[in-house]
């Protein structure tokens, strides 16, 4: 079964293109969904705007906010733990790194 806007469509399609080809009624039926798309996508868009502002900004940039300060904060922590796998990873080419025989060899017990 057809949707009301297939059905539409093609009742424009018919009316306007009535004597031309398959090919230029095709790309006209692919550009009229097309528009239908993008109105709904804007539709929805000013929806979603309208909740914001009726439910205030507030509490949906709070969420935001908390989400980038979450992403900053785990960024961070991987960068230092990749700067001591680098520090380490140096200390090893000198020779002086961490090795539990080394640590046997000095007295280093747990």
Do not use: C, W, Y
Request: charged share 25%; aromatic share 4%; hydrophobic share 40%.
């Amino acid at each position: 079964m057809k949707s009301t806007v297939e059905t539409v469509i093609e009742q424009i399609i018919e009316a306007a293109f009535a004597e031309k080809s398959a090919r230029e009624k095709h790309l006209f039926r692919a550009s009229l969904h097309n528009l239908v798309r993008l109105a709904r996508t804007e539709q929805i868009m000013e929806i979603k705007s309208s909740v914001r502002a009726l439910t205030g900004a507030v509490a949906a940039n709070t969420h935001g906010r908390k989400a980038r300060v979450n992403h900053v904060l785990h960024d961070m922590e991987t960068a230092g733990l990749r700067q001591q796998q680098f520090e380490f990873a140096q200390n090893d080419e000198k020779g002086a790194g961490f090795s539990p025989a080394k640590a046997k060899s000095r007295g280093v017990t747990k």
